[in-house]
């Protein structure tokens, strides 16, 4: 025996054919398909989006990272100090003089 839903599915189905008759049924039919297969591309394309952000590695930055013996050589470079044969602590000690110098000059 049938219940009421199926009763109002048959319903359903009955008054869309006396509405708009049975050549536009195969034309319903094929749009609700086609929303139906854009829904799920576009669900799976945010799943594969999800999925690729969670385990994409960070993107490496542009610049190469420099060590602060290199950033600490080409200070010195440019402020016109010979690195040649000279401990870290002697560069840092030499910048440090050379930038005090430099700003007793400017003030």
Not at 8 to 19: E, K, Q, R
Request: proline share 4%; aromatic share 6%.
């Amino acid at each position: 025996m049938l219940e009421g839903w199926e009763w109002l599915i048959i319903g359903v189905v009955a008054i869309v054919i006396i509405m708009w008759g049975p050549s536009k049924i195969p034309e319903f039919a094929k749009a609700l398909g086609r929303a139906k297969g854009e829904f799920s591309k576009a669900q799976k394309e945010f799943t594969d989006a999800a999925l690729t952000t969670e385990t994409a590695p960070a993107a490496a930055p542009k610049q190469t990272i420099r060590t602060k013996d290199e950033m600490l050589l080409d200070t010195a470079k440019n402020l016109g100090i010979s690195t040649d044969g000279k401990t870290r602590e002697q560069l840092t000690e030499e910048i440090a003089v050379k930038a005090k110098l430099l700003g007793s000059e400017n003030a």
